[in-house]
């Protein structure tokens, strides 16, 4: 995919540089107060019913960061933009990605694996808005609140989807890396310099967008039933920088 199908976004003080063929991406030094993200994106514009990323398609990308452990998130890979109302309506999460996310973020989706740190990641919820998304978007959070019940309802949520993880401890976000996501049918197969961290079955069907981004923002949607969103503060200028970006169909 070329250059003409990415459209750089910026929300806040978010910034988008371009020299040459590599992109750097990059949030300022800010509080807790404003929202900032900086992406490069494939979607921008269209109903989530028109995303342009079906399975066989794969991506491949070099990449390293400014910090090992920057405040925020940050990635890259294919997801369905679900907490914006693309298309008219929230819906629930969908992606193949790589995923970074810092303290206080937890999301705990998958036995054995941290809910922060970088990874890669699957996570399939299908069409329909499922117990994850309605705490945190449809107003159910309440329902977490009431003694007793915030550890059932995750627990409720986590069995109805489909989620895998790796976490890329050995990976050091400062260095450069090459990653790579060959996302099929039935399963969506990871690399990072060659090696293979995961092997996902029952990835989403699709339609997805490719995102490349870095933000201010965590998420909590913890084992113990907590639910909620905010913006990290960030005490120096931070980035995410790439280079050598293949983005296409496959053959089956």
């Known amino acids: 995919m070329s250059d003409k199908h990415l459209q750089d976004i910026t929300i ?63 990635g890259f890979g294919f997801w369905n933009d679900p907490f914006s109302l693309t298309g008219g309506v929230l819906a629930a999460p969908n992606v193949v990605w790589f995923f970074y996310a810092s303290p206080p973020s937890d999301m705990a989706l998958v036995d054995g694996v941290p809910g922060r740190g970088w990874k890669a990641a699957v996570l399939n919820t299908g069409r329909i808005p499922s117990l994850l998304l309605a705490p945190a978007a449809l107003g159910a959070v309440a329902l977490t609140r009431v003694p007793g019940l915030g550890r059932p309802v995750m627990s409720a949520a986590r069995r109805s989807i489909q989620a895998h993880e790796a976490l890329l401890e050995d990976v050091d976000l400062t260095a450069w890396h090459d990653y790579a996501v ?71």
């Open 12 to 74: 806040g003080a978010g910034q988008v540089e371009r020299d040459g063929g590599r992109v750097r991406l990059i949030v300022p030094p800010g509080g807790r107060k404003a929202y900032a993200d900086a992406q490069v994106e494939d979607y921008f514009g269209l109903r989530r019913a028109r995303f342009p990323d079906s399975p066989p398609v794969r991506f491949s990308v070099r990449a390293r960061a400014s910090h090992p452990q920057p405040a925020g998130t940050l």
């Open 182 to 252: 060959d996302w099929q049918p039935g399963e969506a197969i990871f690399t990072v310099d060659g090696a293979e961290p995961l092997r996902a079955p029952h990835p989403p069907r699709g339609p997805l967008g490719f995102v490349l981004w870095i933000d201010n923002q965590y998420a909590i949607a913890s084992r113990e039933g907590r639910f909620g969103f905010g913006i990290c503060e960030v005490k120096e200028e931070q980035w995410l920088e790439v280079e050598a970006l293949s983005l296409g169909n496959q053959s089956s």
